[in-house]
């Protein structure tokens, strides 16, 4: 079974910075890209970052390119997501969501159940 | 263009027929992904490639293609397809990232 777990959202400052992680299992890692997706309190869902599976090429929305760094650990199958200087608007549940395939093509089959992080002071 | 235009709400009676479409440049050389997502829950697929569905959505679910312009047609329409739905796509013709769509919210009649 393909299951994607997000953990280290929170409360932070705006200016200050988080860790988010997505651990994956069911499937063989390295083989897939992963993204993450986000939704603030109320919004549609805006697409923020992608790595692929076979060449770790990395992808940013212009919103958070220069602030937000994607990586991806295949020893630990697990993808992060360190985001610095964050604003208020950074406010949204984090999806990882993983793709049908090792490019980015925006087919996620399975996502996670979000990470909550809150940007305030 | 980067944008990806829907409609933002659409209603139809029970057992109708309702098409949800995604309009952006991009859409002329790339296909559509489109999502089903529920209150309080993460989204799900429903169709990929521009007709392709996952194991476990109906087959009330199509997707077709025409210029610009993706849609999802969703063909008698049941209860618990009341949902938002969301269609995303590269974000341009060189393959830097993705974009989705503002999201269409369907309620049924």
């Known amino acids: 079974e393909v299951q994607l777990l997000e953990s280290g959202g929170g409360l932070v400052q705006p200016g200050g910075s988080l860790r988010l992680s997505c651990a994956a299992s069911g499937f063989t890692f390295p083989s897939y890209a992963v993204n993450w997706v986000r939704q603030a309190p109320g919004k549609g869902l805006e697409w923020v970052s992608g790595v692929t599976g076979s060449s770790g090429k990395t992808y940013y929305a212009d919103s958070v390119k220069g602030r937000f760094t994607i990586s991806r650990d295949n020893s630990k199958d697990t993808v992060y997501l360190q985001m610095n200087g964050l604003r208020v608007e950074d406010t949204a549940i984090y999806y990882c969501a993983k793709e049908s395939t090792s490019t980015s093509s925006g087919a996620f089959d399975y996502w996670g159940q979000g990470t909550l992080v809150t940007v305030s002071s | 263009s980067s944008e990806l235009t829907q409609d933002p709400a659409v209603s139809v009676a029970l057992g109708q027929t309702v098409r949800i479409t995604c309009q952006g440049d991009?859409?002329?050389?790339?296909?559509a992904s489109w999502f089903q997502q529920k209150p309080g829950q993460a989204p799900i697929l429903v169709l990929y490639d521009r007709d392709n569905r996952p194991s476990g959505i109906p087959d009330r679910f199509s997707g077709s293609r025409s210029g610009n312009t993706a849609s999802l047609t969703i063909t008698g329409v049941q209860a618990e397809d009341e949902a938002d739905y969301y269609c995303?796509?590269?974000?341009?013709?060189?393959?830097?990232?993705?974009?989705f769509g503002g999201g269409t919210k369907v309620t049924v009649l």
């Open positions: 995303n796509s590269r974000r341009d013709t060189s393959g830097n990232g993705l974009v």
């Open positions: 991009t859409l002329r050389s790339s296909y």
